[in-house]
Structure formats: structure tokens, C-alpha cells
């Protein structure tokens, strides 16, 4: 596994990119070229969706 050869800081964040790229997997199989694009795409729909969720508890 990759989280092995990170620094322990560096874990969750790798961890936490794995989940949201396995989240949106079969969504970024169909619209992206490779697989650094999915896991962007992966990345950019939770960033996001997690924007959309701050708006709206501030709002």
C-alpha cells in the first residue's frame, strides 16, 4: 500500500483521496482518459460537494 512510504502526516491525506477516488470510480471511468484524471475528477466533485454543504450551513 502507498500509505507506507508516506510520512505519517501525509497518510490521512492519501488515505482520504484513495476513498473519494473509489467513491466516484465508475463516474470517472466514463468520462476521464486515465487514471490520474479520474482520481482529479474524484477530487474535484468532493471539493466540491463540500463547498456546496459550508454554503448552505452558512447561508
Known amino acids: 500500500m502507498v ?3 508516506l ?3 501525509e497518510q490521512a491525506a492519501e488515505k ?3 476513498e ?4 466516484y ?3 470517472a471511468f ?3 482518459n486515465g487514471g490520474i484524471e479520474g482520481v482529479l475528477f474524484s477530487a474535484l466533485v468532493e471539493i466540491q460537494k463540500q ?9
Open 20 to 23: 473519494i477516488a473509489r467513491k
Open 30 to 32: 466514463m468520462g476521464c
Open 51 to 59: 463547498r456546496e454543504m459550508k454554503d448552505d450551513k452558512d447561508s
Open 7 to 9: 510520512r505519517k502526516s
Open 3 to 5: 500509505s507506507r512510504t
Open 25 to 27: 470510480s465508475s463516474k
Open 16 to 18: 482520504y483521496t484513495a
